[in-house]
Nanobody
Framework: QVQLVESGGGLVQAGDSLRLSCAAS????????MGWFRQAPGKERSFVAA????????YVADSVKGRFTISRDSVKNTVYLQMNSLKPEDTAIYHC?????????????????WGQGTQVTVSS
C-alpha cells in the first residue's frame, strides 16, 4: 500500500506564494512518476505538474508555467509544489498522485494512488 498526505494549503491573497508538500509512505514507488492535480469548484480534475524518479523530467502545465515549480526529495519521500504569484483561478483542491508509469502522463486515469488533497483558496 502507498499512502500520500498533502499539506501546505491555505487561504492567501492574489500574488502570494504557497509551498505544498506530499509525504509518501508504504510500498516503494521511487521509480514511478509523481504528479500534482487540482480540482476547482464545478470543474474536472486537471493536470498541474509531474516529475520523474530522478528529477530528469519535470513538467508543468501551460496554465501555471512560470509560476509553479515541482520538485522531489527521494530521501524524504516527499514531492513539493512551489506556487508563486497565485491567482484566484488557482483556487482548488490540490492532490498529489503516483502513476504506474515512469514517463510523463497527464491523464488522472493513469495515476493509481491519490492523497486526500489540500485546499488552496486565493482571494482577489
Amino acid at each position: 500500500q502507498v499512502q500520500l498526505v498533502e499539506s501546505g494549503g491555505g487561504l492567501v491573497q492574489a500574488g502570494d506564494s504557497l509551498r505544498l508538500s506530499c509525504a509518501a509512505s508504504g510500498r516503494t514507488f521511487s521509480n514511478n512518476l509523481m504528479g500534482w492535480f487540482r480540482q476547482a469548484p464545478g470543474k474536472e480534475r486537471s493536470f498541474v505538474a509531474a516529475i520523474t524518479w530522478n528529477s530528469a523530467g519535470a513538467y508543468v502545465a501551460d496554465s501555471v508555467k512560470g509560476r509553479f515549480t515541482i520538485s522531489r526529495d527521494s530521501v524524504k519521500n516527499t514531492v513539493y509544489l512551489q506556487m508563486n504569484s497565485l491567482k484566484p483561478e488557482d483556487t482548488a483542491i490540490y492532490h498529489c498522485a503516483v502513476s504506474r508509469y515512469e514517463g510523463l502522463r497527464v491523464d488522472p486515469a493513469d495515476y493509481d494512488y491519490w492523497g486526500q488533497g489540500t485546499q488552496v483558496t486565493v482571494s482577489s
